[in-house]
Every structure is written in structure tokens, then in C-alpha cells.
């Protein structure tokens, strides 16, 4: 259970004495975090669904800040607006807590619990592996079994029938086939006859110019840089080819790549980039003592985190709260 999931069950628990948090009765605010809250509650729907009155309900959110003090998160402020109580988590408070989870759990937090009936396994019927001769609706077919592959493997589930369920991913139904997912084609303005080693090829050299042209980027010919620009190009081949859903067409504009992907090229790359920059020279900064060593979690001052976007960091991408 993460932090986001575990804080609704103590707040449903205590609001309705309910487990079930799959419902829109409680709202989870994505704007005006400072004025709104994290989350609010109407309290009409609340007295209707506890069977109380009005005056009830005003009770309940008297002391839900006490309440608070024993939940995975506490709540630090409740607001009346408009017949809607607003909730505002204890953030100095969460973004310790979110930030000692992350260091804890490395590259397993944030994985997700799958509500599945019966274990899944992806597989594909397409044996060509080369991407020479791999035709781009054989490309996206691979690219999908690769990312539900690494979903899998990131999420966990509690399945209770231990008969694996088959999906089969391919370019062309048949028959006898296990059921699955059929991908709609890839199909070029310039040429059907392109094969996806000469899309990651064009998207390699755009990502490359766009760098030198766009951003003033001074590219050299070492083999970094080579590895840098072939990583962002496959990058952006993946976003242009599963931006579509799989039973849609996928038109690709060979030569414009900008109309091609939704984000484009300069997504990627400044994203990539930037922090791939600040993350190298504070480490190099530090080497030099020019910064200190990063300080002991339990003496960061997390109360000076007001800004907005920091606000939306930890409670969207970090948290989860989407």
C-alpha cells in the first residue's frame, strides 16, 4: 500500500467507516493547492451518506485535525467553503515522509498493486527481431509487449486463480491465435517500404540538430555523445509510435518530426538534459567542496518548500495524487 492509498483508507475510515476508496466522493485537488487544499468534501453528500444532519457533519470535521494525528498523514488545517470542507495535509510533514520513502525503496517505489483475477503473460508472434528488416507495425507491436512487460514487472498482484491468462500481441488477427491485443499499422506518408531501423536512424540526427540548432548544443564526434543521441532517438520513436491507442493508425511524418510526436524532440532532449546537467555538476560541485555533502534527512527544513510547482512535485508526481 503506498502513502497516497493509505491516507484515503484512514480518511474514508474515519469520514464514512468504509474501505472502499475507488469512488469520486472524496475529491483530490491537481490546482490551487494553496487556496483549495489537497482535498475536499462536500458536506451535503457526506450528511446524506452517513444519515445525519448538517451540524453532525461540522462535528466530525471539528476534530478531524486530532483525528489526524495517528494516520499516515496528518491533516493540518480544515476550511468551510461553500457547503465543501477543504483538506490541507501537513506538508513538511508528507514531503519528509514521501522523500525518506523514495531513499528507502530505490527503484522499486512507486510500484503499484494490479487487481487481477488471474495472472497475465504477454507474448507476440512476430519472430523477427532485427530491426533492419522489422517493418514499423512489427515495431510497435514489440514496443507494446515491452512497456506491458516492464509494467508487469513493476506492479504486483494479488491474483487468487494461479491460471495464467495469455495476450497475444501481433500485427494481423488469425485464426487460433490467443486472444489479445491487435495493432492497427504504421503507416508512412513518404513510403510504406520503411523499415524501423530508418526511423530510429531520421530521429537519431533530428534529436542531434534540433540540439545544435535549437539549444546551440556543441556536438562532437565521440562515441558519448554517439550513445547520448541514439538513446534519445529510439526515446523518441517509442513516444511517436505509442502516442496513438493500439487499435488506431499510426501515421508517421518521416520527415517532420515535429508533427509527428505530440511533445516533439525539444520535450525530450531539454528534459533529459537539464537534469541530466544539474545532477552531474552539483555531484562534481560537491567533489570539489564547493557545495556540502547533502545533508542528514532529519535536517532538512522542509517548511521552506512553499512555491506551487514544489507543491505539485511531491503531491502529483511523488505522491501520486493524479
Same mark, same amino acid.
Given at each position: 500500500m503506498d502513502?497516497h492509498e493509505g491516507?484515503? /483508507?484512514? $480518511?474514508?475510515?474515519? /469520514?464514512?467507516g @468504509?474501505e472502499?476508496? %475507488? ?5 483530490k485537488h ?5 487556496q ?10 457526506l450528511a446524506?451518506?452517513? +444519515?445525519c444532519t448538517?451540524?453532525?457533519v461540522? +462535528?466530525?470535521f471539528e476534530?478531524i485535525?486530532?483525528?489526524s !494525528?495517528?494516520?499516515i /498523514?496528518?491533516?493540518a488545517?480544515c476550511?468551510?467553503?461553500?457547503d465543501?470542507?477543504?483538506l490541507?495535509v501537513? !506538508?513538511? #510533514?508528507?514531503?519528509?515522509?514521501v522523500?525518506?520513502c523514495?531513499?528507502?525503496?530505490g527503484r522499486?517505489?512507486?510500484?503499484c498493486?494490479l487487481? $487481477?483475477?488471474?495472472?497475465l503473460?504477454?507474448?507476440?508472434? $512476430?519472430?523477427?527481431?532485427?530491426v533492419s528488416?522489422?517493418?514499423l507495425?512489427?515495431l510497435?507491436a514489440?514496443?507494446i509487449?515491452s512497456v506491458i512487460?516492464?509494467?508487469l514487472?513493476?506492479s +504486483?498482484s494479488?491474483?487468487s486463480n494461479s ?7 501481433t500485427?494481423?488477427a488469425?485464426k487460433?491465435?490467443p486472444k489479445?491485443i491487435v495493432?492497427?499499422?504504421v503507416?508512412?506518408?513518404?513510403s &510504406?517500404?520503411l523499415?524501423? @531501423?530508418d526511423?530510429?536512424?531520421?530521429r537519431?540526427i533530428?534529436m !542531434? /540538430?534540433?540540439?545544435e +540548432? ?5 556536438v562532437t564526434?565521440n562515441s558519448?555523445?554517439?550513445d ?8 523518441? @520513436?517509442t513516444?511517436e509510435?505509442?502516442?496513438?491507442k493500439?487499435n488506431?493508425?499510426?501515421?508517421? %511524418?518521416? &520527415?517532420? #518530426?515535429?508533427s ?6 525539444? #520535450?525530450?532532449?531539454? &528534459?533529459?538534459?537539464r537534469?541530466?546537467t544539474?545532477?552531474?555538476?552539483f555531484q562534481r560541485?560537491?567533489?570539489?567542496k ?9 535536517k532538512i527544513d ?7 510547482v514544489?507543491?505539485? $512535485? #511531491?503531491? !502529483?508526481?511523488?505522491? &501520486?495524487t %493524479?
Amino acid at each position: 500500500m503506498d502513502i497516497h492509498e493509505g491516507f484515503l /483508507l484512514n $480518511l474514508y475510515n474515519y /469520514l464514512l467507516g @468504509v474501505e472502499d476508496i %475507488n469512488n469520486n466522493i472524496i475529491k483530490k485537488h491537481i490546482r490551487k493547492l494553496d487556496q483549495l487544499g489537497e482535498f475536499s468534501v462536500n458536506a451535503s453528500v457526506l450528511a446524506r451518506l452517513n +444519515h445525519c444532519t448538517d451540524s453532525d457533519v461540522s +462535528h466530525i470535521f471539528e476534530s478531524i485535525t486530532t483525528a489526524s !494525528r495517528n494516520w499516515i /498523514l496528518p491533516i493540518a488545517k480544515c476550511a468551510t467553503i461553500r457547503d465543501t470542507y477543504h483538506l490541507y495535509v501537513d !506538508r513538511p #510533514f508528507t514531503y519528509k515522509l514521501v522523500v525518506s520513502c523514495v531513499i528507502k525503496n530505490g527503484r522499486g517505489y512507486g510500484t503499484c498493486n494490479l487487481s $487481477l483475477k488471474q495472472p497475465l503473460s504477454v507474448c507476440t508472434d $512476430l519472430i523477427n527481431e532485427n530491426v533492419s528488416t522489422m517493418s514499423l507495425s512489427e515495431l510497435r507491436a514489440i514496443l507494446i509487449k515491452s512497456v506491458i512487460d516492464r509494467l508487469l514487472s513493476f506492479s +504486483h498482484s494479488s491474483a487468487s486463480n494461479s491460471n495464467t491468462v495469455d495476450i497475444n500481441i501481433t500485427c494481423k488477427a488469425k485464426k487460433g491465435t490467443p486472444k489479445g491485443i491487435v495493432c492497427a499499422p504504421v503507416l508512412s506518408r513518404e513510403s &510504406n517500404e520503411l523499415k524501423a @531501423v530508418d526511423l530510429y536512424n531520421k530521429r537519431t540526427i533530428d534529436m !542531434r /540538430l534540433m540540439a545544435e +540548432h535549437k539549444y546551440g548544443l556543441r556536438v562532437t564526434s565521440n562515441s558519448g555523445w554517439r550513445d547520448i543521441f541514439r538513446k534519445l532517438g529510439e526515446a523518441a @520513436v517509442t513516444i511517436e509510435i505509442l502516442q496513438i491507442k493500439p487499435n488506431r493508425p499510426v501515421i508517421c %511524418n518521416f &520527415n517532420d #518530426f515535429s508533427s509527428s510526436c505530440s511533445k516533439g524532440a525539444s #520535450f525530450i532532449l531539454y &528534459n533529459c538534459a537539464r537534469l541530466a546537467t544539474l545532477l552531474k555538476e552539483f555531484q562534481r560541485k560537491v567533489e570539489l567542496k564547493s557545495y556540502p555533502e547533502l545533508p542528514d534527512l532529519d535536517k532538512i527544513d522542509f517548511s521552506v518548500l512553499t512555491q506551487p510547482v514544489m507543491i505539485l $512535485l #511531491f503531491l !502529483r508526481g511523488l505522491l &501520486n495524487t %493524479n
